[in-house]
């Protein structure tokens, strides 16, 4: 397996960042538009899913990646229980809640099994390289 020396080489950020792209433009048309609170917070749910694996890859440790990863996936949650909402408002139909669910399903889960690779590494305490 290939040493990955930044956060842009995880496939889970590069997935993350691709749905955070998603629910922008989502959020850029029809009623959504007009739900700003809704708008927002579905917006900064979707960035946090990315921007915590990004910061949790430039900690020092394993144990520090995974605290972030986990928050990261509780962004994630966060982002599909919005998307409920938005579907409950009319601003998205089934079809693309049942997409974006799916989506957001799998990034959850590949989240979680890079969870606990980090934690069963033997490089929990230990740096995972040297960037200073």
């Known amino acids: 397996m290939a ?3 930044k956060f842009e080489e995880l496939e889970i950020w590069q997935m993350a960042r691709e749905q955070a792209k ?7 048309n029809g009623s959504f538009t007009k739900d700003f609170e809704l708008k927002d917070q579905i ?3 979707a960035g946090s ?15 520090d990646f995974s605290h972030f990863l986990a928050i990261s996936k509780g962004s994630n949650a966060e982002l599909r229980s919005q998307l409920y909402r938005a ?3 009319q601003h998205i ?9 799916s989506t957001s399903e799998t990034i959850g889960n590949k989240t979680m099994a890079f969870i606990k690779y980090l934690y069963q590494s033997q ?3 230990k740096p995972l390289s040297a960037k200073e």
């Open 3 to 5: 040493t990955i020396t």
């Open 22 to 28: 998603d629910i922008f433009w989502l959020t850029q």
């Open 43 to 45: 917006n900064r749910s």
């Open 49 to 63: 899913v990315m921007d915590n694996i990004a910061e949790g890859f430039d900690r020092h440790t394993a144990k």
């Open 87 to 89: 579907f409950d408002r």
């Open 93 to 101: 139909d089934e079809a693309i809640l049942t997409s974006r669910l």
């Open 123 to 125: 490089f929990k305490t």
